[in-house]
T-cell receptor, first 113, second 117 residues
Framework: QQQVKQSPQSLIVQKGGIPIINCAYENTAFDYFPWYQQFPGKGPALLIAIRPDVSEKKEGRFTISFNKSAKQFSLHIMDSQPGDSATYFCAARTNFGNEKLTFGTGTRLTIIP | GAVVSQHPSWVICKSGTSVKIECRSLDFQATTMFWYRQFPKQSLMLMATSNEGSKATYEQGVEKDKFLINHASLTLSTLTVTSAHPEDSSFYIC?????????????FGNGTRLTVT
């Protein structure tokens, strides 16, 4: 079964710190790895995505690190702010015509002032 | 950026009635739309994949006769929960993608909170 394992389940970080959320996958056919941010009562919003041919991608304060050999990828949030408090989901999919995403279990992030 | 609009944002209905949820892609043609269900503090569970002009593909364990999906145009997909019961109460989220290019991002609507009394 295709799975994406995500950790930690919850994370509390002080403002300005760098929360790190990790994901691991099994299916080597996955070649697109997005991260989504979800606030309570809202749908997930695409934050940043990476392909396995690069090891790192930055967009603003968000960075994805990708380790293809280990089949792991992680999200780093620089200079975290209370407004970053949300649930974060990693995901993965193939591009073989079916664009179904496999989601991680989610990480509830709390940034304390 | 791409916008996916979902309507209604919340609905309360009585047990035994049917509820229709609409999902629209506002600024792009969505050849594929996905319907998810999310329970509190849990991840998104894919219910079905709908492709414009063809029948939806349902995930294992999802009752196709209960969750009717129609994708009649490149900008609109609907999910109808038929004969709803309290256990159908959940947060339903649609998403849309244009499969015309590699790595097309998947964009989500803001979800519909269904409460069945």
């Amino acid at each position: 079964q295709q799975q994406v394992k995500q950790s930690p389940q919850s994370l509390i970080v002080q403002k300005g710190g760098i929360p790190i959320i990790n994901c691991a996958y099994e299916n080597t056919a996955f070649d697109y790895f997005p991260w989504y941010q979800q606030f309570p009562g809202k749908g997930p919003a695409l934050l940043i995505a990476i392909r396995p041919d690069v090891s790192e991608k930055k967009e603003g304060r968000f960075t994805i690190s990708f380790n293809k050999s280990a089949k792991q990828f992680s999200l780093h949030i620089m200079d975290s702010q209370p407004g970053d408090s949300a649930t974060y989901f990693c995901a993965a999919r193939t591009n073989f015509g079916n664009e179904k995403l496999t989601f991680g279990t989610g990480t509830r992030l709390t940034i304390i002032p | 950026g791409a916008v996916v609009s979902q309507h209604p944002s919340w609905v309360i209905c009585k047990s035994g009635t049917s509820v229709k949820i609409e999902c629209r892609s506002l600024d792009f043609q969505a050849t594929t739309m996905f319907w998810y269900r999310q329970f509190p503090k849990q991840s998104l569970m894919l219910m079905a994949t709908s492709n414009e002009g063809s029948k939806a593909t349902y995930e294992q364990g999802v009752e196709k006769d209960k969750f009717l999906i129609n994708h009649a145009s490149l900008t609109l997909s609907t999910l109808t929960v038929t004969s709803a019961h309290p256990e159908d109460s959940s947060f339903y989220i649609c998403s849309a993608a244009y499969t015309g290019y590699y790595n097309s991002p998947l964009h989500f609507g803001n979800g519909t909170r269904l409460t069945v009394t």
